[in-house]
């Protein structure tokens, strides 16, 4: 819509344009310059790339995106997704069950896994509309981790879905069929660790993925296998590589979200920018409205949506942001006997970040066939189905003057503090705020107690600065009339409904009229 209008506006400049020609015989390249207005590219600078609308409004809107680990770390199904980092360690538990199960990693390596990643029974339109039934308004796969292995139909690399295991594009099988169910495309970049940044052990370690042993594959010489441990010269894979994967993926799914993970910083400004104004102009030509997310201060937040690791805020965000979570208790990628969250404690995460102007990417963790463990689906679904009931208090919403209330808190900080997060439950006794035009939500983290008194303490005159009108109160799912009543010193207080509601939240509508 955004584009349309400024079409529009720039149609009418060239006519002011074309009616002063006739009238003061102006300057002829007048017409040029004004139709020059809409060609104007993003430029390699963070003052141009800034320009650019970070959060368009259909992401703010869509509060929910479903993304997922799977690769070829999914066919030893052990430990987690850097299982191809800690089989070089032989002191690791990891090394010692390759070891046990595929010999020595220096004859077997990381790469040796390529074969066996079948994706025998991957259907992308049966993932596409499980998601879809999750709720989900977005979705797309991690498009490389840190392993070096190319989840889509790679001309730079050999290690890619395509000329190995699979046979098949994964990418582009999954964007028609995300793209198919009304779905925008997002696709996960974790690639930037890949290089290897030392050739001495324990120097840079924590930017490299793959350690630097003499002898094992990861040092080799053969340039095919480089290709994947990211052992080259630091310029040719900036440029080569870590670039030339991102703009393959532009050019070839066009993906509307672009995400990140960390070591993002450490790929040089000149290739960030590089990607940033080739994804923009790419997108602009297109009139599509793209996102760029990123985890670490390694790009600019006028053009770039910020997003936390198994963390949130724990206030009210004042631009659009994003938590990354798995839906699972351990690995990103599927293990043998992965525990998966409970379906509500995923809700209640949601209802939290949406509370706070906030969006959620959750993970998901495939088996290396290609299917998706039923304990994982039947969470997703069960989030799809308490959505599908009492989406509106959701979606296309916005933060409250507070996003709630309740004894539950959440800590301070980022990925440091993940555990911590990890541990939080909610109750009955936290309510989050959501609203859209003259309707405030109230959401009750949990059922409530039929027949009940339940104060909404938020809308107390101390708490809130402008006390609106309340015209009516009703809570969804239910066809009973809510009594209610409005006091400055308590809030506003109902009475429940008779018969018990939903078991996830509840969600109770406040209609104002200013």
Known sequence: MKSSKFKIFT?????????????????PNALKDALAIEKEE???????????????????????????????????AFKNEWYPRWMHFKDNEVYKHHVEKYGEPSEFGYHDFAPMFKAEKFDADSWAQLFKDAGAKFAGPVAEHHDGYAMWDSKITPWDVMDTGPKRDITGELEKAIKGKDMKFITAFHHAKNLQRSTELGKEESLSHYPYFEGMPPSSNDPDLQLMYGNMEHEKWYKEVWLGKLKEVID??????????????????????????YYLNEAKDKEQEVVVVRKQHDLPLSMSVEDLEQARKNEIGTKTWMTDATISNGSWCYTE??????????????????????????????????????????????????????????????AWYTFGEGPTKEPEGHFENHQAFMKLTYSNKDIRYTTKDYTIYGI?????????????????????????????????????????????????TLKTPSKPLDELATVIEVTISQ
Not at 377 to 388: A, I, S, V
């Open 11 to 27: 149609f009418l400049v060239a006519i002011g344009v074309l009616g002063c020609a006739e009238k003061k015989e102006s300057d």
């Open 42 to 76: 993003y430029s390699e600078d963070w003052a141009s790339l800034g320009k650019h609308n970070e959060s368009p409004e259909w992401f703010k809107n869509s509060k929910l995106g479903i993304y997922f680990h799977w690769g070829l770390y999914s066919v030893p």
């Open 252 to 277: 070839n799914y066009h993906p509307d979200i672009i995400w990140f993970d960390y070591v993002l910083g450490e790929i040089p400004q000149e290739y960030r920018k590089d990607f940033a104004a």
């Open 337 to 398: 006997n992965l525990g998966v969250k409970p379906a509500k404690d995923v809700l209640h995460m949601l209802i939290d970040i949406v509370s706070k102007n906030g969006v959620l990417l959750l993970n998901v963790s495939p088996k290396s066939d290609g299917t998706i463990p039923d304990n994982q689906k039947d969470g997703l679904l069960q989030m799809g189905d308490w959505l599908k009931k009492y989406g509106e208090a959701i979606y296309d919403t916005e």
């Open 444 to 492: 009750v983290l949990g059922s409530v107690e039929p027949a009940k008194e339940l104060i909404l303490k938020s809308f107390a005159k101390k708490s809130i600065l402008d006390v609106p009108t309340i015209e009516n109160v009703s809570v969804l799912g239910s066809d009973e009339k809510i009594v209610w009543s409005y006091d400055e010193e308590k809030g506003l």
